[in-house]
């Protein structure tokens, strides 16, 4: 397996442009299977994510191609209705097919994804909207086995945030008879970017973005193009490195209106923060200043930016504190930042971080992807040689995440 080797000291300078976002690409992947015919995905991020969802559409009988940079995934032929349970249960995205395979095949086997390094993280949610909307679902062998003949459009309410059950129900609901109204949905960008591609497909969706999604269902949709959305948290990952090596890092090509309560943090901790219509640069201090971060459903501080924060507070000149209300494992990077030299004390879904001087470079492990970040970014600001093992974490979620970092001036490398 391969591992990332990390020298720090190095302030990262420059343009970094920001790609497709995975949490955005995914779900406009599975919503293909919602129509009959080719459709083109562009800036679509070459992460193993991806990869992994195209063989669970090609099992299902779909054709894909890179085109240039262009993902072109052809459904005219969907004649499975079983997702490969390996393939599920490596990643829990892939469950997303459940959905729209019901509404245009009225069937559907998806194995159960189960929890992961960051919480259990069920799927009850799903499976009750689907359930209101008129699915017959069945729990066999740990998979899910639905049949619907057409499903029909209810109200369905969220009794807390989910992003992908969220977009799970709107892309279920688009080929519903009537309409369907999603309360307490979530609004994070992903959501929006899927709802509007759906709508250029056909689905007649309003209200994405806010607490209330309204679907009036149509007959059928048609393929379009998409341009994926740059991904927000991989722009929040490098602004991070610019801040906490003390750089002057401008990340291009991001939406910046998606990251308000982020920068917001990065300015209490002392960031120069400059932002432009597709830009953003930030310059570093000596010594951030420390703060209170709690992460919450968007437009709050994402969780996904938590550990990667933390990785920056651990320098800070004082006591910072982060509550992660999201998910209730999503902590483990604490234990490998300590490592590293931090001062963090974990009391249930809170850290204390007791910013020091200096992080030392250490061998560490990725635990999850955003784990995986927080300690690349620890070891280009500690002094001293870090190794980030489990890389595989990371290749998940990030496009050549050393290849981008060592043109800011980072020194990093992947070993085989
Ligand atoms: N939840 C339930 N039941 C459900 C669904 C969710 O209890 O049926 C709980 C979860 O366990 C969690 C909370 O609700 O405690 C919120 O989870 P949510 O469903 O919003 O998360 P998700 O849709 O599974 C997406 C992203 C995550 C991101 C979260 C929160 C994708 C593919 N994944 O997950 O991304 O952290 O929203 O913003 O969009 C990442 O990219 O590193 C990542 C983990």
Redesign the pocket.
């Known amino acids: 397996m391969d591992l990332i080797e990390v020298e720090g000291g190095a302030p990262l300078s420059g343009h970094v442009r920001v790609s497709g976002a995975?949490?955005a690409a995914?779900?406009i992947m599975a919503c293909t299977l919602l129509t009959a015919g080719e459709t083109r995905l562009r800036n679509v991020p070459r992460v193993s994510d991806v990869v992994t969802f195209s063989q669970v559409l090609r099992a299902l009988g779909a054709e894909i191609h890179a085109d240039v940079d262009d993902l072109v995934i052809n459904t005219a032929h969907i004649d499975q209705y079983e997702a490969p349970p390996g393939l599920v249960k490596t990643m829990?995205?892939s469950f997303l097919v459940l959905g729209p395979l019901l509404a245009r095949i009225g069937q559907a086997r998806v194995s159960l994804p189960g929890g992961d390094a960051?919480?259990?993280?069920?799927?009850?949610?799903?499976l009750e909207g689907l359930r209101t909307l008129g699915a017959r679902l069945q729990l066999e062998q740990g998979s899910v086995s639905a049949q619907a003949d057409r499903l029909c459009g209810s109200t369905v309410t969220f009794p807390?945030?989910?992003?992908?059950?969220t977009e799970h129900l709107m892309m279920a609901a688009t080929l519903a008879i009537g309409t369907t109204l999603l309360e307490n949905a979530?609004c994070?960008p992903?959501v929006v970017a899927l709802a509007e591609a759906l709508n250029r497909m056909g689905a007649r969706i309003t209200g994405a973005g806010t607490s209330c999604i309204a679907i009036e269902g149509v007959s059928e949709l048609t393929p379009a193009v998409h341009e994926i959305i740059p991904d927000r948290?991989e722009a929040g990952t490098f602004l991070v490195a610019g801040a906490m090596t003390g750089g002057d890092v401008t990340v291009d090509r991001c939406t910046p209106d998606h990251l308000l309560s982020f920068l917001h943090c990065l300015c209490a901790a002392g960031a120069q923060v400059d932002v432009g219509e597709d830009w953003v640069r930030v310059r570093g201090v000596e010594r951030a200043k420390p703060i209170e971060v709690t992460t919450a459903?968007y437009p709050a501080f994402?969780?996904?930016m938590q550990a990667q924060m933390m990785a920056l507070l651990a320098q800070a000149d004082g006591r910072s504190l982060i509550v992660e209300t999201?998910?209730?494992n999503r902590l483990m990077h604490v234990a490998e930042l300590c490592r590293m030299g931090a001062e963090i004390s974990i009391d249930g879904g809170q850290a204390t971080v007791v910013g020091v001087p200096r992080l030392h470079g250490a061998p560490v492990v990725a635990t999850?992807?955003?784990a995986g970040a927080s300690l690349i970014l620890a070891g280009l600001a500690a002094k001293g040689i870090t190794t980030v093992a489990r890389v595989f974490h990371l290749d998940r979620?990030y496009e050549r995440i050393e290849t981008k970092f060592a043109a800011l001036g980072g020194k990093i490398r992947r070993v085989a």
């Open positions: 995975k949490n995914l779900p829990r995205a960051i919480g259990a993280r069920p799927v009850n949610l799903h807390i945030s989910t992003v992908t059950g979530a994070e992903e948290i459903p994402p969780t996904d999201v998910f209730e999850d992807l955003r979620g």
